[in-house]
């Protein structure tokens, strides 16, 4: 079945360092991958995607993943982390079984500490 | 342009009522969805409309029941309404297949 995985369920960083953020998915094909990052009480905001290319994308708000075919994982990454970036990020998959489906994984809860 | 609009936005219900939840788009995608949100879960999908007139179960439709209404609305009822249920409920649409989900506001339901 097509799933979507993400190992960390809370991750604390301090402001300034970097960030990465797991996502590993199950499809038999190369999906369509998203980003997306839940402010609290907010709904979801795109930060990035991936169709096709270019294996490392750039977002907003200086986001960038890249999309590993080999290791089906397309990670989150940021240089530096700033205390606005505090939120719950996302990660989707759009996959084409008959009629196309949107899935997320459970989600990552950053903190960030000043 | 207001994009997904849910309404409402925050509901009591009392276990074995009825109500159903409604969404609006107005940017002529195809897709509609409804996703539930609980801590630690993520968001899972409930049922999916992928065109005008069509409908499919998502991981966890136990409970719900929907109605793709026209190409704007898709709505979501809970027949009789259960504490599990209890949830923020979250409206999304798509154009095309490989496009962004653009997402409502959400609802916050909770049984009592």
């Known amino acids: 079945a097509q799933s979507v995985t993400q190992p960390d369920i809370h991750i604390t960083v301090s402001e300034g360092a970097s960030l990465e953020l797991r996502c590993n998915y199950s499809?038999?094909?190369?999906?369509?991958l998203f980003w997306y990052v839940q402010s609290p009480g907010q709904g979801l905001q795109l930060l990035l995607k991936?169709?096709?290319?270019?294996?490392l994308v750039q977002g907003i708000k200086g986001f960038e993943a890249e999309f590993k075919r080999s290791q089906s994982s397309f990670n989150l990454r940021k240089p530096s982390v700033h205390w606005s970036d505090a939120a719950e990020y996302f990660c989707?998959?759009?996959?084409?079984?008959?009629?196309?489906?949107?899935?997320f994984g459970t989600g990552t809860r950053l903190k960030v500490l000043a | 342009n207001a994009g997904v609009t849910q309404t409402p936005k925050f509901q009591v219900l009392k276990t074995g009522q009825s109500m159903t939840l409604q969404c609006a788009q107005d940017?002529?995608?195809?897709?509609m969805y409804w996703y539930r949100q609980d801590p630690g879960m993520g968001l899972r999908l409930i049922y999916y409309?992928?065109?005008?007139?069509?409908?499919d179960k998502g991981e966890v439709p136990n409970g719900y029941n929907v109605s793709r209404l026209n190409k704007r609305e898709f709505s979501l009822r809970l027949e009789s309404a259960a504490p599990s249920q209890t949830s923020v409920y979250f409206c999304?649409?798509?154009?095309?297949?490989?496009?962004?989900?653009?997402f409502g506001q959400g609802t916050r339901l909770t049984v009592v």
């Open positions: 999304a649409s798509t154009f095309m297949s490989n496009t962004e989900a653009f």
């Open positions: 499809y038999g094909a190369t999906p369509y």
């Open positions: 991936y169709f096709s290319g270019d294996t």
């Open positions: 989707a998959v759009g996959i084409t079984s008959g009629t196309y489906k949107y899935i």
């Open positions: 940017m002529n995608h195809n897709s």
């Open positions: 409309s992928a065109s005008e007139g069509t409908t």
